[in-house]
């Protein structure tokens, strides 16, 4: 850990310097760093040319196919062959969702991933402290509240509803952990997210029972979607996104050290309960803004970390920079595959995910050595 590893740096003593003088092969450690940075830069040039190649056939297949060097020249600003239809196809419509994909999958991804290291669990994913239950019952809410007359489509209000019923359905959680007194463990918060998500969940089936025309717009948000109208869900979400990845990211040396344990963590000269609030403070409001415009998008958050750790490593300052990398790339080729395989119609991209995250959570469960 880079903690740990800090004290050989400090200037050597005289017997530090006699050690040395008697056993030349222990300076060898610079010829691992640097074999080790080469293969980090590796993977983050990987991670690049993924979002490369997810953006360019997310903006390139559709309904309308086009040709993926016009479309890299249109970002680019330099002449095409596209006619101004086409141009609209591009950047008005596909580009935002693209943008949108890029966004929430990222933030999912590194959302599990801090949460893994946080709670030092491996099945642990972002809606587990009930964001999805809250944001679920946000949704609902908003659904059934809405005029008469506009009761065909999820009405503007869904998006800031969501966005607060998982801050609120979080903060319940940590409300509920900590009633005990004491000092609050990642059992007592993990117990407590699991009553948050069982009470809120009744009250928003209780609501949808009362309100039953109101089922079907309420579950297309459930089992969520990217679908944009323009740039609008991107810059409703865009400002919490950014300030959750800066401060997650910012915490990826602290989870090196959290994951020896509190204990340990302490002795490292770590506030273990103010780093574990930190990380799932912003970790909560991430995902609560990617709920907010995408609706409940389930397994990226187990996916792409653990994929990462078995080809990667395990260390959290390559872990989260390639979630958010890998995790954008994921979700945008994941939303290729949603609006295409039953073209003209759309499968809900929860579906997909599901599809390919359910194996790999059992997968995960199998190969698990411990489970908190």
């Keep these: 850990m880079a903690r740990v590893a ?10 530090a310097a006699g050690a040395h003088d008697r056993s030349p092969s222990r300076p060898v ?28 056939l997310g903006l390139a297949i559709g309904p309308v ?73 946000g ?36 409300v509920i952990g900590a009633a005990g007194g004491g000092r ?13 998500t069982s009470f809120l969940t009744a009250g928003q089936t209780y609501l949808q029972q009362r309100h039953q025309d109101t089922i079907r717009q309420v579950y297309s948000f459930i089992l969520g979607g990217i679908s944009t109208v323009g740039w609008r869900e991107v810059a409703i979400a865009l400002p919490y996104l950014v300030v ?53 998008i389930g397994f990226v958050g187990i996916i792409v970390p653990h994929t990462i750790r078995l080809l990667a490593g395990a260390s959290h300052r390559v872990l989260l920079p390639l979630s958010v990398l890998f995790g954008g790339a994921f979700l945008v080729l994941a939303d290729l595959l949603a609006r295409t395989l039953a073209s003209p119609a759309e499968i809900p991209i929860g579906v997909v995910t599901a599809f390919f995250g359910a194996p790999f959570f059992v997968l995960v469960l199998r190969n698990s050595k411990r489970l908190t």
């Design 184 to 196: 609050m463990s990642t059992a007592a918060l993990i117990l407590a997210g699991v009553a948050v």
């Design 139 to 174: 949704v609902t809410i908003a659904v059934v509240t809405r005029a008469a007359e506009d009761a065909t489509t999820i009405p503007l209000s869904a998006p800031v509803a969501a966005f607060v019923g998982a801050l609120v359905a979080v903060l319940l959680t940590y």
């Design 244 to 296: 959750a990845t800066v401060v997650l990211l910012s915490q990826r040396r602290t989870l090196d050290v959290l994951a020896l344990g509190d204990d340990e963590a302490t002795t490292l000269g770590l506030h273990a309960r103010r780093s574990r609030l930190v990380v799932v403070v912003a970790a909560s409001l991430g995902t609560a803004a990617a709920v907010s415009v995408s609706g409940l």
């Design 6 to 15: 800090d004290p050989p740096s400090s200037p050597p003593g005289p017997a």
């Design 65 to 137: 196919r086009l040709g993926v060097v016009d479309v890299g020249r249109e970002l680019l600003g330099l002449p095409t062959g596209l006619r101004d239809q086409e141009r609209a196809i591009v950047v008005d419509i596909r580009l935002p969702r693209v943008v949108l994909g890029l966004l929430v999958g990222a933030m999912l991804s590194l959302a599990g991933a801090s949460y893994q290291g946080v709670f030092r669990n491996p099945l642990a994913d972002p809606y587990l402290l009930g964001a999805a239950a809250g944001a679920g019952l």
């Design 29 to 56: 450690a610079p010829g691992p760093s640097l074999s080790t940075a080469r293969l980090r830069l590796r993977w983050v040039a990987a991670g690049v040319a993924a979002v490369v190649v997810a953006m360019a």
